[in-house]
């Protein structure tokens, strides 16, 4: 792991606060003096791993905690949290999430719809397959092409993470 993976100031706060997204969101809020409930509108990005690795149920249960604290009250279920995001003191208007290209297929892109995602940056690292398999990144750029595909066609934004300086790659690529 890089000190960017561990030890940045973004996974300080979430290891501090046990990963628990309302604790986190709490303590940005504090920070920056933010005063809740007067038409703030927040910008959510769930960084870091690949967000499609996880159990629909607990990113289920991860965004409704959100909603809940965006709408500072306790909803009694997912789709109760997000219909009151409509009309919260404090809401979401741009969610993204972080995962890898070969991990997304139309049951995912309906789920990141569902939860309210918007923009979905996707690892593609290097767009020369002899890079990405030399690196070992586990998918190649067909992979990057159909995540595109899918996503543009699902309606997000698309984000590109690339990675500079990979073993194999040279200035003419």
Not at 22 to 33: D, F, M
Not at 84 to 100: C, F, I, M, N
């Amino acid at each position: 792991f890089t000190k960017s993976t561990i030890a940045n100031e973004d996974t300080l706060l979430a290891r501090t606060n046990n990963w628990n997204p309302v604790k986190q969101l709490r303590e940005r809020v504090r920070r920056y003096g933010i005063e809740r409930g007067i038409g703030n509108k927040f910008g959510i990005s769930v960084k870091g791993d690949s967000f499609t690795n996880h159990d629909r149920r607990y990113l289920v249960n991860y965004f409704k905690s959100i909603y809940d604290y965006l709408n500072g009250t306790v909803s009694n279920s997912f789709e109760e949290a997000k219909e009151l995001q409509k009309h919260a003191p404090d809401r979401s208007v741009r969610t993204l999430v972080e995962t890898r290209p070969d991990q997304i297929d139309e049951e995912w892109c309906t789920f990141l719809l569902k939860l309210g995602v918007s923009i979905v940056e996707i690892g593609v690292q290097s767009l020369d397959d002899a890079v990405l398999a030399l690196n070992n990144r586990g998918h190649g750029v067909e992979a990057v092409i159909r995540a595109t595909s899918l996503l543009r066609r699902h309606g997000f934004q698309v984000g590109f993470q690339l990675m500079v300086g990979l073993v194999g790659s040279n200035i003419e690529l």
